[in-house]
């Protein structure tokens, strides 16, 4: 791994470490902060983007990794990239016979999360990886097949595979199966997936059965198509490189490209129609005819049509909730009323791509006033997530030992271009409304310029000391505050 690292570009060593901050990929020298803070003495992990890290920072990081399992999951993105490289190198020799459908699957190699989603522990017992033929003619195929699946959740935490359905470009259906977990199932998630246990009565299908047939469907090329794919795949334990991911693809007029739409909004702006209405379930054989119309649609329309960004307008009533994601599985509802402030009910997020890890959900106050309140008083960082909401990363001790971290979000984005909360109103000095995010970010990037000069200018270093303190003690004030404005609010009844 050594010899390929020194020859890998520097933006495909960011998404290897972020990929292994995802996965809480641990080397010998601990995780990438951990690492930051052993490594560089002057100003450690206060610039954790490993993308405005120097070269030699990132690659001495990741040669602390010598497990034989993180290595395989490195060479896992490597791959990715080198599937990426195919294609590129595929149509650079044959520029005008590129397929609408082949650029679609292209766009999706090409998206930036395309190497992180798709670095699948393919290398573990049990997974089906499909090989990639380099032949002409399979590369030039067009054949698509879309998918989705359902999943339930099994008493050990993790997510089983349930149901399949596949369908090809003409709607018909090529496979749809029950599926029988091997695991013992504690959550069917009926009021998500559709599916009760007596649906599993007599069932005998199991995933390797399903793999078995997935193989026959994908031979010569055959491309699939699927909504955040990823899950699908993951939950099949299926590894394919010609994939089209549906939720890649759109371009949009506004917004973040990052900006990911869910598959229901996207039939109603591409395909005129909604998907289900209500809180009606997941119907998984409606769902893979869905993601094949939106490609046809775009095969039809032109793959490179910008379509207008289509606002999700908030309910009212949702105003009165804050979406908590990111929750690990082993922190339960009432270790949330700990953490979060105000009286709240709890009401869990439909979605059944939730990772077996980590679950959503909704936390209900009386009103938008009380839910306002609670996200303000919180202790975490502001920031805005890949669709550019606002929402704090919250980190706890819970009193029965337990430490981590989620994600707490309003239901409502006050102002896309930039970051600000309601709690801005209160404060009675125009030199507090800057955001606690900004200013980290504002210092974040001084620290990078001076480490550049660090060896000319060490008296920068000792200014940044002084700004960092000074910082601190400006947050600290911003929480008082706020503390103060809450209690004489509630005391007044406002």
């Keep these: 791994m050594d010899e390929k690292l020194s020859t890998i570009k520097k933006e495909v060593m960011v998404e290897m470490i972020k990929l292994a901050q995802k996965r809480g990929m641990r080397g010998s020298k601990g995780g990438w902060k951990e690492f930051l803070n052993l490594y560089d003495n002057k100003i450690g992990a206060s610039l954790s983007d490993p993308s405005r890290r120097p070269l030699e920072t990132l690659l001495t990081f990741l040669k602390t990794f010598t497990k ?54 393919s290398h573990e017992e049990g997974w089906l990886v499909m090989k990639r033929s380099k032949k002409s003619k399979t590369m030039r195929s067009t054949a698509m097949l879309a998918v989705d699946c359902e999943m339930v959740l099994c008493e050990d935490g ?49 995933l390797s059965d399903i793999q078995k047939s997935m193989k026959k469907l994908l031979s010569h090329g055959t491309i699939i198509v699927g909504h ?21 693809i759109f371009m949009y007029g506004d917004g973040p490209s990052s900006r990911r739409l869910s598959l229901g909004n996207l039939c109603k702006s591409i395909l005129g129609y909604e998907l289900r209405m209500g809180q009606t379930p997941h119907n998984c054989l409606d769902d893979a005819c869905a993601a094949m119309k939106l490609v046809l649609a775009k095969i039809e329309r032109g793959v490179d049509t910008v379509i207008p960004l289509v606002h999700e307008d908030a309910h009212e009533v949702d105003l009165t909730k804050l979406l908590i994601h990111r929750i690990p599985v082993n922190v339960h509802d009432e270790d949330l ?17 939730a990772r077996g890890s980590k679950y959503s959900v909704f936390a209900i106050f009386k009103n938008q006033q009380e839910a306002n309140e609670a996200f303000d008083c919180l202790d975490g960082d502001l920031d805005k997530n890949s669709s550019g909401w606002l929402q704090k990363s919250v980190s706890f001790q819970l009193s029965r030992g337990i430490i981590g971290s989620f994600c707490v979000r309003k239901m409502s984005n006050e102002s896309p271009g930039h970051i600000t909360s309601k709690k801005r109103s209160f404060e009675p000095e125009e030199a507090l409304v800057e955001s ?16 550049a000069y660090a060896d000319q200018c060490e008296s920068h270093l000792q200014e940044i000391e002084r700004l960092k303190q000074e910082l601190s003690q400006r947050n600290r004030e911003i929480a008082s505050l706020n503390k103060i404005v809450v209690a004489l609010t509630r005391k007044q009844g406002l």
């Design 68 to 121: 034989d399992d993180d290595l395989k999951i490195f060479e896992k993105l490597l791959e990715c990239h080198s599937n990426r490289d195919a294609v590129a190198q595929f149509q650079k020799a044959s520029p005008n016979i590129e397929s609408r459908e082949q650029r679609l699957l292209r766009l999706t190699l090409e998206h930036p999360q395309y190497p992180i989603d798709y670095s699948f522990p």
């Design 158 to 206: 993790t997510e089983a595979l349930v149901r399949v359905c596949v369908v090809d470009r003409n709607l018909q259906v090529k496979l749809n199966e029950f599926v029988k977990p091997e695991k013992a199932i504690v959550d069917y998630r009926t009021e998500i997936t559709g599916i009760a246990a007596k649906d599993l009565d007599g069932v005998n299908c199991s």
């Design 228 to 248: 955040s794919l990823n899950n699908d795949l993951r939950a099949m334990k299926l590894d394919h490189a010609r994939v089209i991911d549906t939720s890649y």
């Design 337 to 353: 009323h700990q953490v979060i402030p105000g009286n709240f009910t709890i009401e869990v997020k439909a979605n059944k791509k």
């Design 436 to 451: 606690k995010k900004l200013r980290t970010d504002h210092d974040c990037k001084k620290l990078e310029d001076t480490t």
